[in-house]
């Protein structure tokens, strides 16, 4: 365990290295390390999967829209999961921000659409710390999203909707 303790931090910044050398982005290493995984983690508890919460917060939500992304957002009460559909859930403390992702069969074969929905997941992944506390957000993505063609566009959209949703801290 003290070999270990001692080793990850050169390990983390040689990797860093080698990743800025090919010209791939890369954290610093002390963010990486002090940060941990578990800031970005994206557990169960954070996915909207079922279809009756889906339909709760489209039908209770606010919806904002781009030419790409359909965004809607359902703000819970503090503490409480208030849509919740498994006795598992019930009651449970939310304080972190829940996802629900959805990209329809339009906007391409399943490799296109996997794509998508991975870059969404990430978007979610990075920018959850900057997300307010208790919300719920459903990302629908529209057919024209096929034509955003890198990551670093779909995250400057999905981000853009958000504040346009009130739902980033300031």
Not at 19 to 28: A, I, L, N, T
Not at 56 to 70: C, E, L, N, P, T
Not at 122 to 139: A, M, N, P, T, Y
């Amino acid at each position: 365990m003290g070999f270990e303790a001692e080793c990850l931090p050169k390990q983390a910044e040689e990797f860093c290295r080698r990743k800025e050398k090919r010209g791939e982005r890369s954290y610093p290493p002390e963010r990486e390390i002090s940060l941990g995984m578990k800031k970005f983690a994206f557990g169960e508890s954070q996915r909207i999967s079922r279809e009756t919460e889906f339909e709760k917060i489209m039908r209770r939500g606010k919806s904002f829209a781009d030419h790409y992304f359909v965004v809607y957002v359902l703000e819970s009460k503090p503490g409480v999961n208030g849509i919740s559909g498994s006795a598992k859930r019930v009651g449970q403390r939310t304080a972190r921000p829940r996802v629900g992702l959805s990209v329809d069969r339009r906007i391409g074969k399943a490799v296109i659409r996997n794509r998508i929905k991975r870059w969404m997941r990430e978007v979610f992944r990075f920018h959850q710390s900057s997300l307010k506390d208790g919300i719920q957000i459903i990302s629908i993505a529209r057919s024209s999203t096929k034509e955003l063609i890198n990551y670093p566009e779909v995250e400057k959209r999905m981000v853009a909707l958000w504040s346009k949703a009130g739902i980033l801290r300031k």
